[in-house]
């Protein structure tokens, strides 16, 4: 199918007309469709790594077997970015040329290269009618714009960027198993744009825009960069690993802030740089903590690959109530090598009392005809009482672990009509719970000398590891 519509310079800049307006924003991911239809097929172990926590951006899904980012792959029913191609350019009078010809022309009818090494060293604009790479033939390509109506490799070839290198093929584009295009050095080389359909079952490196369908079937099949296409299926083992495209500016040095929530809440932090182009970038996150981290929704394994946005808020969960080091190493060539790292800080979200009476007749006053059977009993008269607590964070969820001196308990004993007959002050109690299901109980440290209604409070409460001086952090 032929489109018609506005050029893409190779300077790599889209024509204003377009949504993208640059290669990193059409591939803003490893995976997506810029078609209004278009489906997302993965069957028998394939993968994606490098996409938005596992979402990808497809109209629809079919069969969806595959992992991206070691999680279920799920699509958000949203096209991807896209820009109108130019009317694909033919040109007539060309010579054939196969291993020992000349190299230097711009207009070739067809190029058929086996057993041989040949670099096609012409500058400006190339035409070729037919490619075919076979048995060990290997291409090199100078930097510049290669039209080509049928581009195929078969049996071990090999089709090499010398620099920056942009193919446009008109119709059949197809890498068979043990063939590669581009290097996995420099991906960043090499542009394809497909005006109809492409098969990868060899390695691709680099970044391809398909208009129709591309389909990956072979486990060699492997994209190390990006792809955009109308439909994508893959199988057989088959994976893309994202290669943000680089930024041209040099790599950046974000800043990363701290963060504090409640625990199975949200801490918020953000990675901060000076730069409109780069928006996201991708990390090997790890932590020093002993339970489970999720970042915007998606659980996060120690030493997993992540990406990030930058200048925007990112949300951290923990299940565990404690402080801990985040660790986020750079894996991407806009972001400077190293690690960058922040504390997370996560805090009960209260402490409860766990008490077994339903109604003591709370404003109205305890009636024994009305409350006996509601109100239990807790201990003698001129006897210590039992108490127990337990903590709980976001949601009303028990935390599986958390320990803390709590002191300024105050215990008050109340008459039937609810006033104050006499009130103390708790002795320091050393708060320790270890599983959801367990609380912690305590005897009172002064005997109850009355039959009398037991109000406990327990003031503010700050996490021992969340104090900064006199202050609490949250």
Same mark, same amino acid.
């Given at each position: 199918?032929?489109?018609?519509?506005?050029?893409?310079?190779?300077?790599?800049?889209?024509?204003?007309?377009?949504?993208?307006?640059?290669?990193?924003?059409?591939?803003?991911?490893?995976?997506?469709?810029?078609?209004?239809?278009?489906?997302?097929?993965?069957?028998?172990?394939?993968?994606?790594?490098?996409?938005?926590?596992?979402?990808?951006?497809?109209?629809?899904?079919?069969?969806?077997?595959?992992?991206?980012?070691?999680?279920?792959?799920?699509?958000?029913?949203?096209?991807?970015?896209?820009?109108?191609?130019?009317?694909?350019?033919?040109?007539?009078?060309?010579?054939?040329?196969?291993?020992?010809?000349?190299?230097?022309?711009?207009?070739?009818?067809?190029?058929?290269?086996?057993?041989?090494?040949?670099?096609?060293?012409?500058? +400006?604009?190339?035409? #070729? /009618?037919? *490619?075919? &790479?076979? @048995?060990?033939?290997? %291409?090199?390509?100078?930097? +510049?714009?290669?039209? #080509? /109506?049928? *581009?195929? &490799?078969? @049996?071990?070839?090999? %089709?090499?960027?010398?620099?920056?290198?942009?193919?446009?093929?008109?119709?059949?584009?197809?890498?068979?198993?043990?063939?590669?295009?581009?290097?996995?050095?420099?991906?960043?080389?090499?542009?394809?744009?497909?005006?109809?359909?492409?098969?990868?079952?060899?390695?691709?490196?680099?970044?391809?825009?398909?208009?129709?369908?591309?389909?990956?079937?072979?486990?060699?099949?492997?994209?190390?960069?990006?792809?955009?296409?109308?439909?994508?299926?893959?199988?057989?083992?088959?994976?893309?690993?994202?290669?943000?495209?680089?930024?041209?500016?040099?790599?950046?040095?974000?800043?990363?802030?701290?963060?504090?929530?409640?625990?199975?809440?949200?801490?918020?932090?953000?990675?901060?740089?000076?730069?409109?182009?780069?928006?996201?970038?991708?990390?090997?996150?790890?932590?020093?903590?002993?339970?489970?981290?999720?970042?915007?929704?998606?659980?996060?394994?120690?030493?997993?690959?992540?990406?990030?946005?930058?200048?925007?808020?990112?949300?951290?969960?923990?299940?565990?109530?404690?402080?801990?080091?985040?660790?986020?190493?750079?894996?991407?060539?806009?972001?400077?090598?190293?690690?960058?790292?922040?504390?997370?800080?996560?805090?009960?979200?209260?402490?409860?009392?766990?008490?077994?009476?339903?109604?003591?007749?709370?404003?109205?006053?305890?009636?024994?005809?009305?409350?006996?059977?509601?109100?239990?009993?807790?201990?003698?008269?001129?006897?210590?009482?039992?108490?127990?607590?337990?903590?709980?964070?976001?949601?009303?969820?028990?935390?599986?672990?958390?320990?803390?001196?709590?002191?300024?308990?105050?215990?008050?004993?109340?008459?039937?009509?609810?006033?104050?007959?006499?009130?103390?002050?708790?002795?320091?109690?050393?708060?320790?719970?270890?599983?959801?299901?367990?609380?912690?109980?305590?005897?009172?440290?002064?005997?109850?000398?009355?039959?009398?209604?037991?109000?406990?409070?327990?003031?503010?409460?700050?996490?021992?590891?969340?104090?900064?001086?006199?202050?609490?952090?949250?």
């Amino acid at each position: 199918m032929r489109l018609m519509g506005c050029m893409l310079a190779f300077s790599l800049l889209f024509s204003a007309n377009t949504v993208a307006q640059s290669v990193d924003e059409l591939f803003p991911y490893a995976a997506q469709s810029h078609a209004s239809d278009g489906e997302l097929v993965m069957k028998n172990n394939s993968t994606i790594f490098g996409t938005d926590n596992g979402r990808l951006n497809f109209a629809k899904a079919g069969e969806l077997k595959g992992r991206c980012d070691n999680q279920d792959c799920r699509i958000t029913g949203k096209t991807g970015p896209s820009f109108t191609l130019s009317e694909f350019k033919e040109k007539e009078n060309g010579d054939d040329a196969d291993c020992g010809s000349d190299f230097s022309r711009n207009r070739y009818d067809e190029i058929k290269l086996k057993d041989c090494t040949e670099t096609l060293s012409v500058q +400006g604009e190339v035409f #070729i /009618e037919t *490619l075919k &790479l076979e @048995n060990k033939g290997v %291409l090199y390509l100078e930097e +510049g714009t290669y039209w #080509i /109506e049928e *581009l195929e &490799l078969k @049996n071990n070839t090999q %089709l090499i960027p010398k620099g920056k290198v942009t193919i446009y093929v008109g119709d059949d584009f197809k890498i068979d198993p043990n063939s590669t295009v581009g290097t996995n050095e420099t991906p960043e080389n090499l542009i394809v744009f497909v005006y109809d359909d492409a098969e990868i079952k060899g390695a691709f490196y680099g970044y391809i825009y398909v208009h129709e369908d591309l389909k990956m079937d072979s486990a060699h099949a492997k994209v190390n960069g990006a792809v955009n296409a109308g439909k994508l299926e893959m199988n057989s083992q088959s994976s893309i690993n994202y290669v943000p495209y680089p930024s041209g500016e040099e790599p950046l040095e974000p800043s990363i802030s701290s963060g504090i929530g409640y625990v199975y809440g949200n801490a918020t932090i953000r990675l901060s740089a000076e730069s409109k182009s780069v928006l996201k970038a991708k990390f090997i996150a790890s932590h020093s903590g002993s339970g489970m981290l999720t970042i915007d929704g998606e659980d996060v394994a120690k030493g997993e690959k992540v990406i990030l946005p930058l200048n925007q808020d990112i949300l951290v969960s923990y299940d565990r109530a404690e402080q801990v080091e985040l660790d986020l190493l750079a894996d991407d060539d806009n972001i400077a090598a190293g690690n960058y790292k922040t504390e997370l800080t996560f805090v009960p979200r209260q402490l409860k009392w766990v008490n077994n009476s339903t109604d003591c007749g709370a404003e109205a006053g305890f009636n024994y005809d009305d409350h006996k059977q509601s109100c239990q009993p807790l201990a003698k008269a001129g006897q210590p009482i039992p108490l127990t607590l337990q903590a709980y964070g976001e949601g009303n969820r028990p935390l599986t672990d958390y320990s803390a001196t709590i002191e300024g308990i105050e215990i008050t004993e109340l008459n039937a009509s609810l006033g104050s007959v006499a009130e103390f002050d708790q002795a320091a109690v050393d708060f320790s719970q270890t599983s959801e299901s367990q609380f912690y109980s305590f005897d009172s440290s002064q005997a109850i000398t009355h039959v009398a209604l037991i109000q406990a409070s327990v003031p503010s409460h700050c996490a021992p590891y969340a104090k900064q001086g006199d202050d609490c952090l949250l």
